[in-house]
């Protein structure tokens, strides 16, 4: 069943996307934006597991990326342990815990 407003009509996605980039108001609990959510809780949850470990650089622009929903390619692996930190210098950093983020949206 599709989103309703308060009045009965039917929510649009696309433009409560839109409204939702521009800084309008927009229907927060449709099905899509509950889902993205949860999903964002999931990996920042992960992300807060794993980073108070000795993890590698990699690891965490991994469990970063997945947050953000950034699915592009990491570099591939260099040689070095060393080498390989050396690659996501630019990077973003974040030293968590990440206490509050709702969708990973507009993160980078």
Known sequence: MASRTPDGQPIDPVENR???????????????????????QVARDKYNEVSKEKVSRRELV???????????????????????????????WIDGPITKMDYGYNVK
Do not use: H, W
């Open 18 to 40: 839109r409204r939702m980039a521009a800084g309008e108001l927009y229907y927060s609990f449709t099905p899509e934006l509950i889902a993205d959510r949860q999903k964002c």
């Open 62 to 92: 991994q469990l970063l990326n997945e947050l953000a929903g950034d699915l592009s390619p990491l570099p591939l692996v260099a040689a070095t342990a060393e080498n390989d930190d050396a690659l996501f210098e630019e990077y973003p």
